[in-house]
Protein backbone atom coordinates (compact mmCIF):
# COMPACT_ATOMS: atom_id res chain seq x y z
CA UNK A 1 0.00 0.00 0.00
CA UNK A 2 1.20 3.36 -0.58
CA UNK A 3 1.87 5.56 1.96
CA UNK A 4 1.41 9.85 1.40
CA UNK A 5 4.24 11.77 3.28
CA UNK A 6 3.67 13.20 6.08
CA UNK A 7 2.65 17.39 6.11
CA UNK A 8 6.01 19.27 7.11
CA UNK A 9 6.45 20.34 10.60
CA UNK A 10 4.79 23.37 11.57
CA UNK A 11 7.95 25.82 11.91
CA UNK A 12 7.97 29.36 11.58
CA UNK A 13 9.20 29.52 7.91
CA UNK A 14 6.51 26.74 7.44
CA UNK A 15 3.56 28.87 8.95
CA UNK A 16 4.31 31.96 6.79
CA UNK A 17 4.72 29.83 3.43
CA UNK A 18 2.80 26.87 1.83
CA UNK A 19 1.54 25.25 4.96
CA UNK A 20 0.29 28.64 6.81
CA UNK A 21 -1.80 28.87 3.84
CA UNK A 22 -3.30 25.02 4.94
CA UNK A 23 -3.89 25.69 7.99
CA UNK A 24 -5.47 29.00 7.13
CA UNK A 25 -7.75 27.33 4.57
CA UNK A 26 -8.35 23.96 7.60
CA UNK A 27 -9.16 26.69 10.10
CA UNK A 28 -12.19 28.01 7.56
CA UNK A 29 -13.47 24.63 7.07
CA UNK A 30 -13.71 24.48 11.02
CA UNK A 31 -15.19 27.36 11.16
CA UNK A 32 -17.92 26.87 8.82
CA UNK A 33 -18.21 22.76 9.62
CA UNK A 34 -18.47 22.81 13.36
CA UNK A 35 -21.81 25.00 13.58
CA UNK A 36 -23.21 23.77 10.38
CA UNK A 37 -22.81 20.26 12.31
CA UNK A 38 -24.40 21.13 14.94
CA UNK A 39 -27.17 22.90 13.70
CA UNK A 40 -28.01 20.20 11.39
CA UNK A 41 -27.63 17.80 13.27
CA UNK A 42 -29.56 19.15 16.51
CA UNK A 43 -32.26 20.08 13.94
CA UNK A 44 -32.74 16.77 12.53
CA UNK A 45 -32.96 15.55 16.11
CA UNK A 46 -35.49 17.64 17.11
CA UNK A 47 -37.71 17.13 14.18
CA UNK A 48 -37.56 13.65 15.15
CA UNK A 49 -38.51 14.26 18.99
CA UNK A 50 -41.75 16.24 17.58
CA UNK A 51 -43.39 13.07 15.79
CA UNK A 52 -45.93 10.84 17.88
CA UNK A 53 -43.97 8.06 16.48
CA UNK A 54 -40.68 7.34 15.94
CA UNK A 55 -39.32 3.54 14.61
CA UNK A 56 -36.19 1.07 15.15
CA UNK A 57 -34.70 -1.41 13.59
CA UNK A 58 -33.12 -4.37 16.11
CA UNK A 59 -31.70 -7.38 15.98
CA UNK A 60 -32.53 -9.76 18.51
CA UNK A 61 -29.13 -10.25 18.68
CA UNK A 62 -28.25 -7.14 19.86
CA UNK A 63 -29.76 -7.61 23.23
CA UNK A 64 -26.37 -9.74 23.92
CA UNK A 65 -24.45 -6.97 23.56
CA UNK A 66 -22.71 -5.36 26.20
CA UNK A 67 -22.67 -2.09 27.77
CA UNK A 68 -18.76 -1.09 27.64
CA UNK A 69 -18.98 2.44 29.63
CA UNK A 70 -15.21 3.28 29.07
CA UNK A 71 -15.57 2.63 24.99
CA UNK A 72 -16.98 6.69 25.32
CA UNK A 73 -13.74 7.48 25.71
CA UNK A 74 -13.04 6.01 21.72
CA UNK A 75 -16.04 7.02 20.69
CA UNK A 76 -15.34 11.01 21.44
CA UNK A 77 -11.97 10.44 20.19
CA UNK A 78 -13.39 10.93 16.24
CA UNK A 79 -13.96 14.90 17.46
CA UNK A 80 -10.68 15.02 17.99
CA UNK A 81 -9.51 13.23 14.62
CA UNK A 82 -12.06 15.40 12.73
CA UNK A 83 -9.98 18.43 13.17
CA UNK A 84 -6.73 17.22 12.98
CA UNK A 85 -7.30 15.40 9.84
CA UNK A 86 -8.01 18.98 8.33
CA UNK A 87 -5.54 20.58 10.28
CA UNK A 88 -2.70 18.24 9.16
CA UNK A 89 -2.70 18.01 5.07
CA UNK A 90 -0.17 18.53 2.65
CA UNK A 91 -2.37 20.46 0.37
CA UNK A 92 -4.80 23.45 0.07
CA UNK A 93 -6.56 20.88 -2.52
CA UNK A 94 -6.24 18.29 0.49
CA UNK A 95 -8.15 20.49 2.91
CA UNK A 96 -10.63 20.80 -0.01
CA UNK A 97 -11.57 17.22 -0.76
CA UNK A 98 -11.62 16.05 2.83
CA UNK A 99 -14.15 19.13 4.30
CA UNK A 100 -15.96 18.03 0.75
CA UNK A 101 -16.22 14.41 2.23
CA UNK A 102 -17.35 16.10 5.93
CA UNK A 103 -19.90 18.20 4.11
CA UNK A 104 -21.45 15.04 2.05
CA UNK A 105 -21.76 12.93 5.03
CA UNK A 106 -23.35 15.56 6.91
CA UNK A 107 -25.82 16.47 4.06
CA UNK A 108 -27.00 12.91 3.06
CA UNK A 109 -27.41 11.55 6.82
CA UNK A 110 -28.97 14.60 7.85
CA UNK A 111 -31.61 14.25 4.72
CA UNK A 112 -31.63 10.42 5.70
CA UNK A 113 -32.85 11.65 9.47
CA UNK A 114 -35.33 13.60 8.36
CA UNK A 115 -36.69 11.52 5.99
CA UNK A 116 -36.52 8.57 7.70
CA UNK A 117 -35.98 8.84 11.41
CA UNK A 118 -35.40 5.79 13.84
CA UNK A 119 -34.32 5.72 17.09
CA UNK A 120 -32.21 3.73 19.71
CA UNK A 121 -34.13 1.56 22.17
CA UNK A 122 -31.59 0.62 24.72
CA UNK A 123 -31.55 2.71 27.93
CA UNK A 124 -28.08 2.80 29.35
CA UNK A 125 -27.25 2.07 33.10
CA UNK A 126 -25.82 5.47 35.03
CA UNK A 127 -22.57 5.82 34.94
CA UNK A 128 -19.97 7.70 36.99
CA UNK A 129 -16.42 9.09 36.79
CA UNK A 130 -14.83 10.24 33.25
CA UNK A 131 -17.13 8.15 31.36
CA UNK A 132 -20.48 9.35 33.35
CA UNK A 133 -19.15 12.70 32.48
CA UNK A 134 -18.65 12.17 28.89
CA UNK A 135 -22.28 10.57 28.26
CA UNK A 136 -23.18 13.51 30.17
CA UNK A 137 -22.13 15.85 27.88
CA UNK A 138 -23.08 13.90 24.50
CA UNK A 139 -26.48 13.38 25.69
CA UNK A 140 -26.68 17.37 26.19
CA UNK A 141 -27.13 17.76 22.56
CA UNK A 142 -27.47 14.34 20.86
CA UNK A 143 -31.22 12.74 21.88
CA UNK A 144 -31.77 8.67 20.58
CA UNK A 145 -32.38 9.68 17.25
CA UNK A 146 -29.88 10.34 14.56
CA UNK A 147 -29.50 6.63 13.84
CA UNK A 148 -28.99 5.24 9.73
CA UNK A 149 -26.96 6.05 8.08
CA UNK A 150 -24.44 6.62 11.52
CA UNK A 151 -23.04 9.50 10.53
CA UNK A 152 -20.29 8.66 13.59
CA UNK A 153 -19.84 5.56 10.99
CA UNK A 154 -19.57 7.75 8.14
CA UNK A 155 -17.13 9.84 9.26
CA UNK A 156 -14.89 7.33 10.78
CA UNK A 157 -14.69 5.97 6.96
CA UNK A 158 -13.24 9.26 6.06
CA UNK A 159 -10.96 9.65 8.75
CA UNK A 160 -9.99 6.37 9.05
CA UNK A 161 -9.09 6.37 5.06
CA UNK A 162 -6.74 9.99 5.60
CA UNK A 163 -4.39 8.71 8.26
CA UNK A 164 -4.29 5.01 6.93
CA UNK A 165 -2.29 6.86 3.83
CA UNK A 166 -0.21 8.75 6.29
CA UNK A 167 1.06 6.65 8.85
CA UNK A 168 3.03 3.17 8.33
CA UNK A 169 4.28 0.12 10.44
CA UNK A 170 3.37 0.50 14.14
CA UNK A 171 1.11 3.51 13.47
CA UNK A 172 -0.57 2.20 11.33
CA UNK A 173 -1.51 -0.87 13.21
CA UNK A 174 -2.35 0.83 15.64
CA UNK A 175 -4.54 3.33 13.72
CA UNK A 176 -6.14 0.31 12.44
CA UNK A 177 -7.05 -0.89 15.96
CA UNK A 178 -8.22 2.29 17.30
CA UNK A 179 -10.42 2.87 14.69
CA UNK A 180 -12.02 -0.36 15.58
CA UNK A 181 -12.60 0.56 18.78
CA UNK A 182 -14.46 3.79 17.52
CA UNK A 183 -16.51 1.69 15.00
CA UNK A 184 -17.19 -0.81 17.56
CA UNK A 185 -17.90 2.28 20.79
CA UNK A 186 -21.41 3.15 18.39
CA UNK A 187 -22.65 -0.36 19.86
CA UNK A 188 -21.28 -0.82 23.55
CA UNK A 189 -21.93 2.57 24.35
CA UNK A 190 -25.86 1.54 23.21
CA UNK A 191 -25.69 4.74 20.88
CA UNK A 192 -26.59 3.15 17.65
CA UNK A 193 -28.19 -0.17 16.85
CA UNK A 194 -26.46 -2.50 14.34
CA UNK A 195 -28.09 -1.44 11.07
CA UNK A 196 -26.50 2.46 11.78
CA UNK A 197 -22.92 0.59 10.96
CA UNK A 198 -23.43 -0.61 7.55
CA UNK A 199 -25.47 2.16 6.17
CA UNK A 200 -23.11 4.61 7.51
CA UNK A 201 -19.94 3.20 6.57
CA UNK A 202 -21.84 3.00 2.97
CA UNK A 203 -22.32 6.45 3.26
CA UNK A 204 -18.60 7.33 4.02
CA UNK A 205 -17.10 5.48 1.37
CA UNK A 206 -19.77 7.02 -1.19
CA UNK A 207 -18.05 10.45 0.28
CA UNK A 208 -14.21 9.20 -0.63
CA UNK A 209 -15.69 8.41 -4.01
CA UNK A 210 -17.07 11.72 -4.66
CA UNK A 211 -13.91 13.78 -3.41
CA UNK A 212 -11.01 10.85 -4.58
CA UNK A 213 -7.56 11.78 -2.59
CA UNK A 214 -6.45 12.03 -6.23
CA UNK A 215 -7.44 12.42 -9.80
CA UNK A 216 -10.42 14.43 -10.55
CA UNK A 217 -13.52 14.10 -8.82
CA UNK A 218 -16.23 12.14 -10.72
CA UNK A 219 -18.54 15.29 -11.40
CA UNK A 220 -15.45 17.38 -12.97
CA UNK A 221 -16.23 18.52 -16.15
CA UNK A 222 -19.62 16.44 -16.40
CA UNK A 223 -21.42 17.10 -19.23
CA UNK A 224 -24.94 15.45 -20.48
CA UNK A 225 -23.88 13.14 -23.23
CA UNK A 226 -24.95 13.61 -26.79
CA UNK A 227 -25.42 9.93 -27.32
CA UNK A 228 -28.44 8.45 -27.88
CA UNK A 229 -26.91 4.92 -27.03
CA UNK A 230 -25.63 6.43 -23.76
CA UNK A 231 -28.63 8.55 -23.16
CA UNK A 232 -30.33 4.95 -22.95
CA UNK A 233 -27.65 3.21 -21.05
CA UNK A 234 -28.00 5.70 -18.20
CA UNK A 235 -31.59 5.38 -18.50
CA UNK A 236 -31.51 1.40 -18.23
CA UNK A 237 -29.19 1.65 -15.35
CA UNK A 238 -30.94 4.16 -13.36
CA UNK A 239 -33.98 2.39 -13.51
CA UNK A 240 -32.00 -0.47 -11.99
CA UNK A 241 -30.76 1.82 -9.15
CA UNK A 242 -34.15 2.95 -8.52
CA UNK A 243 -35.87 -0.74 -8.57
CA UNK A 244 -33.38 -1.88 -5.97
CA UNK A 245 -34.02 1.60 -4.02
CA UNK A 246 -37.77 0.54 -4.12
CA UNK A 247 -36.54 -3.04 -3.02
CA UNK A 248 -34.75 -1.67 -0.21
CA UNK A 249 -37.82 0.59 0.59
CA UNK A 250 -40.73 -2.09 0.77
CA UNK A 251 -38.32 -5.22 2.32
CA UNK A 252 -37.50 -3.52 4.99
CA UNK A 253 -40.93 -3.64 6.29
CA UNK A 254 -40.23 -7.18 6.15
CA UNK A 255 -36.64 -8.13 6.85
CA UNK A 256 -34.14 -5.16 7.65
CA UNK A 257 -31.70 -7.34 5.87
CA UNK A 258 -33.28 -5.80 2.68
CA UNK A 259 -31.57 -2.45 3.13
CA UNK A 260 -28.15 -4.68 1.41
CA UNK A 261 -29.90 -3.50 -1.31
CA UNK A 262 -28.96 -0.18 -1.10
CA UNK A 263 -25.25 -0.77 -2.06
CA UNK A 264 -25.96 -1.92 -5.39
CA UNK A 265 -28.93 0.83 -5.68
CA UNK A 266 -25.49 3.15 -5.12
CA UNK A 267 -23.54 1.36 -7.56
CA UNK A 268 -26.24 1.16 -10.62
CA UNK A 269 -26.55 5.34 -9.87
CA UNK A 270 -22.73 5.73 -10.59
CA UNK A 271 -22.91 3.68 -13.49
CA UNK A 272 -26.37 5.50 -14.96
CA UNK A 273 -24.13 9.02 -13.69
CA UNK A 274 -20.95 7.89 -15.88
CA UNK A 275 -23.15 7.21 -19.11
CA UNK A 276 -25.42 10.54 -18.66
CA UNK A 277 -22.17 12.28 -19.25
CA UNK A 278 -19.50 12.00 -16.39
CA UNK A 279 -17.63 9.10 -18.46
CA UNK A 280 -15.28 6.50 -17.48
CA UNK A 281 -13.63 8.15 -14.41
CA UNK A 282 -16.82 7.36 -12.42
CA UNK A 283 -15.06 3.97 -11.78
CA UNK A 284 -11.79 5.54 -10.72
CA UNK A 285 -9.41 3.48 -12.38
CA UNK A 286 -5.60 4.23 -12.72
CA UNK A 287 -3.37 3.26 -16.21
CA UNK A 288 -1.96 0.71 -14.33
CA UNK A 289 -5.18 -0.90 -13.87
CA UNK A 290 -6.02 -0.26 -10.07
CA UNK A 291 -8.88 0.87 -8.67
CA UNK A 292 -9.59 3.23 -5.57
CA UNK A 293 -10.86 1.79 -2.52
CA UNK A 294 -14.31 3.55 -2.49
CA UNK A 295 -14.63 2.41 -6.31
CA UNK A 296 -13.71 -1.63 -5.01
CA UNK A 297 -16.14 -1.25 -2.61
CA UNK A 298 -19.07 0.73 -4.20
CA UNK A 299 -18.91 -0.68 -7.66
CA UNK A 300 -17.95 -4.22 -6.40
CA UNK A 301 -21.85 -5.49 -7.10
CA UNK A 302 -22.02 -3.88 -10.76
CA UNK A 303 -18.07 -5.67 -10.95
CA UNK A 304 -19.51 -8.90 -10.01
CA UNK A 305 -22.73 -8.65 -12.55
CA UNK A 306 -20.56 -7.70 -14.94
CA UNK A 307 -17.33 -10.56 -14.82
CA UNK A 308 -20.35 -13.26 -14.54
CA UNK A 309 -22.33 -11.69 -17.98
CA UNK A 310 -18.34 -12.03 -19.37
CA UNK A 311 -17.99 -15.62 -18.69
CA UNK A 312 -22.13 -16.19 -19.72
CA UNK A 313 -20.79 -14.24 -23.26
CA UNK A 314 -17.05 -16.12 -23.53
CA UNK A 315 -17.17 -19.52 -21.83
CA UNK A 316 -17.34 -21.55 -25.59
CA UNK A 317 -14.78 -19.17 -26.93
CA UNK A 318 -10.87 -18.85 -26.92
CA UNK A 319 -10.15 -16.13 -24.52
CA UNK A 320 -7.72 -14.66 -26.62
CA UNK A 321 -6.94 -15.04 -30.35
CA UNK A 322 -3.21 -13.79 -32.41
CA UNK A 323 -4.03 -11.12 -34.75
CA UNK A 324 -0.63 -9.79 -35.94
CA UNK A 325 2.63 -9.82 -35.08
CA UNK A 326 2.24 -10.72 -31.64
CA UNK A 327 -0.96 -8.82 -30.62
CA UNK A 328 -3.52 -10.83 -29.61
CA UNK A 329 -7.24 -9.85 -28.77
CA UNK A 330 -9.40 -11.28 -26.16
CA UNK A 331 -11.88 -10.95 -23.40
CA UNK A 332 -10.61 -9.43 -19.76
CA UNK A 333 -8.34 -11.93 -18.78
CA UNK A 334 -7.44 -13.95 -15.74
CA UNK A 335 -4.49 -13.07 -13.52
CA UNK A 336 -2.68 -16.46 -15.08
CA UNK A 337 -3.97 -15.36 -19.03
CA UNK A 338 -3.01 -11.86 -17.99
CA UNK A 339 0.93 -13.32 -16.95
CA UNK A 340 1.82 -14.95 -20.32
CA UNK A 341 1.98 -11.96 -22.06
CA UNK A 342 4.58 -9.22 -22.46
CA UNK A 343 1.80 -6.62 -21.65
CA UNK A 344 -1.89 -6.15 -20.98
CA UNK A 345 -3.43 -2.94 -22.51
CA UNK A 346 -7.00 -3.05 -20.46
CA UNK A 347 -9.50 -0.62 -21.89
CA UNK A 348 -12.28 -2.12 -19.62
CA UNK A 349 -12.90 0.98 -17.39
CA UNK A 350 -15.51 -1.10 -15.39
CA UNK A 351 -13.03 -3.86 -14.42
CA UNK A 352 -9.94 -4.22 -11.84
CA UNK A 353 -6.36 -5.73 -12.80
CA UNK A 354 -6.14 -8.85 -10.88
CA UNK A 355 -4.78 -8.80 -8.10
CA UNK A 356 -1.91 -11.39 -8.89
CA UNK A 357 -1.39 -10.32 -12.44
CA UNK A 358 2.77 -9.26 -12.69
CA UNK A 359 3.31 -8.40 -15.91
CA UNK A 360 3.07 -4.52 -17.75
CA UNK A 361 -0.19 -3.47 -17.40
CA UNK A 362 -1.62 -0.06 -19.86
CA UNK A 363 -5.23 1.17 -19.22
CA UNK A 364 -7.18 3.44 -21.16
CA UNK A 365 -10.34 3.20 -19.42
CA UNK A 366 -13.75 3.06 -21.75
CA UNK A 367 -17.03 2.71 -21.73
CA UNK A 368 -18.67 -0.23 -22.09
CA UNK A 369 -21.16 -0.70 -25.54
CA UNK A 370 -20.29 2.61 -26.58
CA UNK A 371 -18.37 4.21 -29.71
CA UNK A 372 -14.46 5.10 -27.88
CA UNK A 373 -14.00 8.74 -27.13
CA UNK A 374 -11.31 10.10 -30.02
CA UNK A 375 -8.31 10.61 -27.40
CA UNK A 376 -8.65 7.07 -25.75
CA UNK A 377 -8.88 5.51 -29.11
CA UNK A 378 -5.57 7.43 -30.04
CA UNK A 379 -4.19 6.77 -26.83
CA UNK A 380 -4.64 3.20 -26.96
CA UNK A 381 -3.60 2.27 -30.69
CA UNK A 382 -0.30 4.42 -29.71
CA UNK A 383 0.43 2.37 -26.74
CA UNK A 384 0.37 -1.02 -28.98
CA UNK A 385 3.62 -0.34 -30.67
CA UNK A 386 5.79 0.33 -27.94
CA UNK A 387 4.24 -2.80 -25.90
CA UNK A 388 4.74 -4.74 -29.28
CA UNK A 389 8.72 -4.29 -28.92
CA UNK A 390 8.61 -5.65 -25.05
CA UNK A 391 7.24 -8.63 -25.81
CA UNK A 392 3.73 -10.25 -26.49
CA UNK A 393 0.81 -7.89 -26.89
CA UNK A 394 -3.15 -8.59 -25.25
CA UNK A 395 -5.68 -5.83 -26.28
CA UNK A 396 -8.78 -6.60 -23.71
CA UNK A 397 -12.28 -5.38 -23.09
CA UNK A 398 -14.92 -7.18 -20.85
CA UNK A 399 -15.52 -9.56 -23.67
CA UNK A 400 -13.11 -8.90 -26.69
CA UNK A 401 -15.97 -7.80 -28.84
CA UNK A 402 -15.84 -4.32 -29.34
CA UNK A 403 -13.72 -1.56 -27.63
CA UNK A 404 -10.33 -4.12 -27.87
CA UNK A 405 -11.45 -5.14 -31.41
CA UNK A 406 -12.26 -1.45 -32.32
CA UNK A 407 -8.82 -0.64 -31.33
CA UNK A 408 -6.61 -3.36 -32.74
CA UNK A 409 -8.63 -2.50 -36.00
CA UNK A 410 -7.41 1.05 -36.01
CA UNK A 411 -4.07 -0.15 -35.32
CA UNK A 412 -4.29 -2.74 -38.08
CA UNK A 413 -5.02 0.02 -40.58
CA UNK A 414 -2.62 3.19 -38.96
CA UNK A 415 0.44 0.89 -38.93
CA UNK A 416 -0.24 0.01 -42.48
CA UNK A 417 -0.79 -4.03 -41.77
CA UNK A 418 -4.32 -3.61 -43.75
CA UNK A 419 -5.06 -0.74 -46.04
CA UNK A 420 -8.79 -0.09 -45.43
CA UNK A 421 -11.57 -0.45 -42.40
CA UNK A 422 -12.98 -3.29 -44.44
CA UNK A 423 -9.96 -5.29 -44.28
CA UNK A 424 -9.36 -4.36 -40.89
CA UNK A 425 -12.38 -5.81 -40.11
CA UNK A 426 -12.04 -9.00 -42.28
CA UNK A 427 -8.31 -9.47 -40.64
CA UNK A 428 -10.43 -9.71 -37.48
CA UNK A 429 -13.26 -11.64 -38.49
CA UNK A 430 -10.94 -14.41 -39.47
CA UNK A 431 -9.50 -14.84 -36.08
CA UNK A 432 -12.64 -16.89 -35.49
CA UNK A 433 -14.02 -13.99 -32.52
CA UNK A 434 -17.13 -12.36 -33.09
CA UNK A 435 -16.61 -8.39 -33.61
CA UNK A 436 -18.78 -5.25 -33.22
CA UNK A 437 -17.44 -2.07 -34.67
CA UNK A 438 -18.19 0.86 -34.98
CA UNK A 439 -19.74 2.51 -38.28
CA UNK A 440 -16.12 3.85 -39.90
CA UNK A 441 -14.21 0.69 -39.23
CA UNK A 442 -17.26 -1.73 -40.52
CA UNK A 443 -18.29 -0.05 -43.49
CA UNK A 444 -17.19 -2.18 -46.55
CA UNK A 445 -14.59 -0.24 -49.14
Known amino acids: MQTGAEPPPLSDSAAAGPYGRVVVRSALWLAFLAPFFYSTYGFANWLASTRDHVGSIVFSWEHYVPFVAWTIV ?46 ATFVRPATTGLPGFLFAVLGGFDKPFNQAPSLHIALLVIIWDHWRQRLGGILLALWHGWCFLIGASVLTTWQHHFIDIPTGALLGVFALWLFPAKGEPPF ?48 LAIVAFGYAGAGAKVFQKTQDGRVSLASRILLWPHRLGATINLLAWTRKLPPVVAIADGVFLGRFPAASEANGFGTVIDLAGELERPRNATGRWVS ?56 TPAQARKQLAASGRPVLLPIGLDKPA
Not at 80 to 96: A, H, K, T, W
Not at 220 to 232: E, H, N, Q, T, V
Not at 234 to 256: C, D, H, N, Q
Not at 407 to 418: K, P
Open 74 to 119: PYWSINLFYGLSLLLNGSRQGVDRLAGRYLTAQIVAVICFVLFPLT
Open 220 to 267: AGFRLSASRMARRLALFYGMGAIVALGGAAIGVFFSATALVLLWPALG
Open 364 to 419: VAMLDLLPPAADALSQAVAAIEPARRQGTVLVCCALGFQRSATVVAEWLVTSGRSH
